[in-house]
């Protein structure tokens, strides 16, 4: 195989060749920014995907499925909305040789499909909170350089609709929601910040978005998700209103939740290496991975033992797999590794006869597990595994925040920046010129480590005293 | 609720409102054709989809996703299937508002999505077979008549994709998907007829199409799913070649496998009634509901009791659900038969009291259960209904099946008729004009019990003894 792209100097052209190389995705689809997703890399989808529903569906949400399809006359209805996407939407004007009457976009999210059938499914507050999610594909019409799983033109997607009696239920479905993303980053062993956005960086139409931010690569940060709470601006146009006990009507309140396969992005982009990914164990499409070392009395005992020890962890709902292929075992250990699975068992003679397994970890850890213990100590190696590759994330990512004071401290790029922020427009927008950024917005829920116990700043741009703990950086 | 249409007089109108009743589909977005899937109409989806997924896995079948964008250079390679699809495509002309240097195409169907890629991934005898599948939606700009599940703009689709060395491998990979099939069907309790498609009305690129027929409403005959043997057709326009162990190359032999939404339309078509829809228990998004009765002692007792029944079915992999609401037992009985329930589970004060439970299936099937052997009772009455179920469903097949020796047999519609046929075109064309349909083709595998032991009568339209038995109706 050919050498990776140095990952520090040139962070793109080995996240693409790492990508390629362990079959995530394929790059060569005849237009750019459509990608393909191979067996390997379609299993991690389907994992992140599952562990999606896991997290959401005890919250209430039922899955649906909308429409790919838009009519422009609905797309339009919110103003804000159709401000915000109808540039960078893809349009379908001719079915067959025939123009339509109305012109339909492929979604780049669903408000503006789903609204107008949930005013005719909610009538009562007895319908109410309605919770809804799907995992679709949604298309976006990008002109930027695109980037594998992290700008893509077709983008696959995580969408949580949902509708309240108030705001204050709504409320509660965004914290609800932030508890539910706290469970998912846990599992992929990625530190974020809660980013309460600016009001000129929101999503267009929604009253407040909380976005999950991360310290990436050259000196970027990854947007990898976001709540909005709406209020009632898309519920007016879109006649949602229900009827109260006390027989009057209101406009319901509502909320969406988003994810998109950037999260994987955030995830591989993250944890990997020279020597290619590295999975969180919950989410790696194999787990576990037996190489057999023939010896001088052949292959087929080694053979046998790997094929009895994978079955027995599969049983276990361990998935694990044994590469029995002609390539030399150091081959096999290289693509292996290069495809980020977190443990390696080897089978020689030797282990054969001791009944004694040797594994290896994807960060280099090695330990011992007896043969009789098989199911147990794996699971343990595999805990230990997610553990310290979840501390090293979170040491990457703390390395990459920097505290400022003053103006003249954002810069260099290369960091974002915990500044105290005043709330003023015009203080956000001296701050995003001073980092050549990005105001990612005040920072909810539990603070980085670096400022634990700390009261925020003065405003980093005019020294207001009544500032916010806030973040700055260069989105990608 | 309203009363439902006639389904014998007017079954189309009956089967929309079942469907939008039970919540399986809701028609009201606003462009025709385009569907949307409420919460209860998406889980029979994801399980038909896990069925399919659980069929064609062990026969090797990886899933995979391909973008749903193709561009018009890519569609036209293979010159049938453009002509077979290019009318009936839509076409993205616009991003944003830049037109497209290469108008993309919304998938019919993915070979031309596929197959460029393919042709990067073989290289060598040793990448075959490739076997990989997508469950994704199509689209196709229908201007017929739409009709939910049976014919719609959006289609949810299986579609499996085989490259094979040569044609007799990709002959027994027909034969193997053509079991899996057998399998889906046996779940769904549904009977089909394959039939081997006349040269005329196979896929457009196909080397021969294998189709499993349903006989359906209104004298229509139902296609739910195909196999296709693709020879090199395609090979050869999208280069995919090989390095035989020889050292020589050769074009791969290709086979495909499509499935749409249209498998849960015959199986919700077929088996529904006067009632509502009737589920086959391995497909049914709830196969049994419990329904507290309360009496003259309250509700909380029943509503307890009920709750620890569902609890422990659940805990043993049955889908089930307690209706616990405000609607009076007669009303539940009508809405868990109407949503199609296999079982619903009555409890009053005298089963609490007993420890003998009582059930009644959809049919109509009543029995009893001790509390002490509730999973067994309920997986044997479960069951039981899956088998009367297909029972039922063979026999209204079986009746709609009508064997014609003379041309003036014919007639009238709404048969599906089996008869001789010498295999030569202009025949067929004096057959499907007869009938007013299309001649479905000659008949694989199992034959019709009808047919049992019977030799090929001679072609019912020339008399030439050297026949085989086909099948002819009006496909919808």
Redesign the interface.
């Known amino acids: 195989m050919p050498e990776l792209p140095d990952r520090k100097t040139a962070f793109f052209e080995w996240f693409s060749a790492v990508l390629e190389q362990a079959g995530i995705t394929?790059l060569?689809?005849?237009?750019k920014g459509?990608?393909?997703?191979?067996?390997y890399g379609?299993?991690a989808?389907?994992l992140l995907d599952r562990a999606l529903r896991e997290a959401v569906e005890p919250l209430g949400y039922?899955?649906?499925?909308?429409?790919?399809?838009i009519?422009e006359?609905?797309l339009a209805k919110e103003s804000e909305h159709i401000k915000g996407f109808?540039?960078?939407?893809?349009?379908?004007?001719?079915?067959?040789?025939?123009p339509l009457d109305?012109r339909?976009c492929?979604r780049p999210t669903s408000e503006t499909?789903m609204y107008?059938?949930f005013s005719?499914?909610i009538r009562s507050h007895r319908d109410l909170p309605l919770r809804?999610y799907q995992v679709v594909?949604v298309?976006r019409?990008e002109?930027k350089t695109t980037r594998p799983l992290l700008r893509v033109r077709?983008i696959?997607f995580f969408e949580g609709h949902t509708v309240q009696t108030d705001e204050t239920a709504a409320d509660r479905q965004v914290s609800d929601d932030l508890r539910s993303f706290a469970r998912i980053a846990q599992e992929a062993a990625l530190p974020y910040l809660l980013c309460r956005r600016p009001d000129w960086d929101k999503f267009p139409g929604a009253h407040y978005s909380i976005a999950f931010d991360v310290p990436f690569a050259e000196g970027r940060t990854l947007q990898v998700g976001t709540v909005h709470h709406y209020r009632d601006n898309f519920s007016r146009p879109y006649g949602i209103s229900f009827e109260l006990e006390d027989g009057s009507r209101a406009f319901a309140h509502q909320t969406t939740y988003g994810l998109s396969e950037r999260l994987l992005g955030a995830i591989l982009g993250g944890h990997g290496d020279d020597r290619g990914l590295v999975f969180p164990p919950p989410l790696a499409p194999v787990q576990v991975v037996v190489i057999p070392i023939p010896g001088k009395e052949g292959r087929e005992g080694v053979e046998a033992y790997a094929g009895a020890l994978v079955e027995e962890l599969q049983r276990a709902g361990i998935r694990s797999k044994v590469d029995g292929g002609p390539d030399r075992p150091g081959a096999k250990f290289f693509t292996w590794e290069a495809r980020g699975v977190p443990l390696r068992l080897e089978v020689g003679q030797r282990e054969v006869s001791s009944g004694n397994l040797s594994w290896t970890d994807r960060l280099g850890g090695r330990g011992k597990v007896p043969r009789t213990d098989l199911v147990p100590g794996v699971s343990q190696a595999l805990e230990q595994f997610h553990r310290r590759l979840h501390l090293r994330a979170q040491e990457t990512f703390a390395a990459q925040l920097s505290v400022a004071q003053r103006m003249e401290e954002l810069t260099p790029p290369g960091h974002v920046y915990l500044v105290g922020w005043c709330g003023k427009e015009d203080c956000g927008h001296r701050i995003e010129e001073r980092v050549q950024g990005g105001l990612l917005g005040t920072l909810e829920g539990e603070l980085p480590k670096v400022l634990e116990g700390r009261p925020p700043s003065p405003c980093v741009a005019c020294g207001d005293a009544r500032a916010r703990w806030a973040a700055a950086g260069r989105p990608l």
């Open positions: 394929d060569r689809y005849p237009v459509l990608n393909v997703w191979p067996p379609f299993l989808r389907r039922q899955e649906v499925s909308f429409p790919t399809l009519p006359t609905e109808e540039s960078q939407v893809y349009w379908v004007t001719h079915g067959g040789t025939t109305v339909l492929l499909a107008p059938i005719l499914w809804v594909n298309f019409y002109t077709e696959h």
